[in-house]
Nanobody, 124 residues
Framework: QVQLVESGGGLVQTGGSLRLSCAAS????????MGWFRQAPGKERTFVSA????????YYADSVKGRFTISRDNTKNTVYLQMNSLKPEDTAVYYC?????????????????WGQGTQVTVSS
């Protein structure tokens, strides 16, 4: 079974930065795609970013392009989301997810495995 554990959330001011981590275990991940999603209270879970583990190809939602960067550390089986120039509208619980597919990566329904989430709060 694949297990994902997020960490790195917290409270920051507008314009600040955070780096989220997603530690993966249980399988070899070279054939996986990893995604980051976020969900604010009363809103749907929406796509933030994704990466194919093996070749490092990356994808971003328009709302975070130029501000967020997804990356991986193969030696630690960890995926990161570097978040810069944070805005209050970035406030949400952030989830990492994994799937053995490279299609439909912007949809939560495409993913088979999910972490528990980590809270990001950006104050104005």
């Amino acid at each position: 079974q694949v297990q994902l554990v997020e960490s790195g959330g917290g409270l920051v001011q507008t314009g600040g930065s955070l780096r989220l981590s997603c530690a993966a275990s249980g399988r070899a991940f070279s054939g996986y795609a990893m995604g980051w999603f976020r969900q604010a209270p009363g809103k749907e879970r929406t796509f933030v970013s994704a990466m194919t583990w093996g070749d490092g190809r990356t994808y971003y939602a328009d709302s975070v392009k130029g501000r967020f960067t997804i990356s991986r550390d193969n030696t630690k089986n960890t995926v990161y989301l570097q978040m810069n120039s944070l805005k209050p509208e970035d406030t949400a619980v952030y989830y990492c997810a994994a799937v053995t597919s490279f299609i439909g990566l912007r949809s939560p329904s495409a993913y088979d495995y999910w972490g528990q989430g980590t809270q990001v709060t950006v104050s104005s």
